[in-house]
T-cell receptor, first 120, second 111 residues
Framework: GAVVSQHPSWVICKSGTSVKIECRSLDFQATTMFWYRQFPKQSLMLMATSNEGSKATYEQGVEKDKFLINHASLTLSTLTVTSAHPEDSSFYIC????????????????FGPGTRLTVL | TQLLEQSPQFLSIQEGENLTVYCNSSSVFSSLQWYRQEPGEGPVLLVTVVTGGEVKKLKRLTFQFGDARKDSSLHITAAQPGDTGLYLCAGGMDSSYKLIFGSGTRLLVRP
């Protein structure tokens, strides 16, 4: 598997400010990471696919200018929520895929512990 | 749009009982993962199944992938309070490594 960390684990910010969330792959060089958001008592919703060295691929309905993703190295992807508003409050989770290195289970994902964002 | 329907959505049972959670789709998946998530934490991988008809056992948990690779089930024997959590199935697609997540089953095992 892969060990994934996220920082911070929780953050409270004022409306209109920007918040950066880091996702690190601690023991695997990940060319592909994913960002999800999860509302209370709901399943995970994929926001975007983060590709090392190239632009992220956003899912339909996710504003790329609102949720900026930077995957500058094989071990770090960041998600910046720009001009945050109360409706952006959510649990944000990143994941790593081993891709071809995972063999038959190449699309298995390993998740970080999540970041809870609260926008006042 | 590919969808994975999980049932039941919520299950409250007594310790020692057995239960089965179902994950169904009209789409064929290259693999099927099951995750368990506890409040305030990220999902933790339980198992990955890749072959139609495959059955995997993990202690008291038995996972099955349908012959046509469109559905899966998770059976828990003699449930314990520690099994409480949100169970998520997720279907894998070959080329993109993206996962399609099911709607989730919230399990509560009462002591």
């Amino acid at each position: 598997g892969a060990v994934v960390s996220q920082h911070p684990s929780w953050v409270i910010c004022k409306s209109g400010t920007s918040v950066k969330i880091e996702c690190r792959s601690l023991d695997f060089q990940a060319t592909t990471m994913f960002w999800y958001r999860q509302f209370p008592k709901q399943s995970l919703m994929l926001m975007a696919t983060s590709n090392e060295g190239s632009k992220a691929t956003y899912e339909q309905g996710v504003e790329k200018d609102k949720f900026l993703i930077n995957h500058a190295s094989l071990t770090l992807s960041t998600l910046t929520v720009t001009s945050a508003h109360p409706e952006d409050s959510s649990f944000y989770i990143c994941s790593v895929t081993l891709g071809l290195a995972g063999g038959h289970a190449g699309d298995t994902q390993y998740f970080g512990p999540g970041t809870r964002l609260t926008v006042l | 749009t590919q969808l994975l329907e999980q049932s039941p959505q919520f299950l409250s049972i007594q310790e020692g009982e057995n239960l089965t959670v179902y994950c169904n789709s009209s789409s064929v998946f290259s693999s099927l993962q099951w995750y368990r998530q506890e409040p305030g934490e990220g999902p933790v991988l339980l198992v990955t199944v890749v072959t139609g008809g495959e059955v995997k056992k993990l202690k008291r948990l038995t996972f099955q992938f349908g012959d046509a690779r469109k559905d899966s089930s998770l059976h828990i024997t003699a449930a314990q309070p520690g099994d409480t959590g949100l169970y998520l199935c997720a279907g894998g697609m070959d080329s993109s490594y993206k996962l399609i997540f099911g709607s989730g089953t919230r399990l509560l095992v009462r002591p």
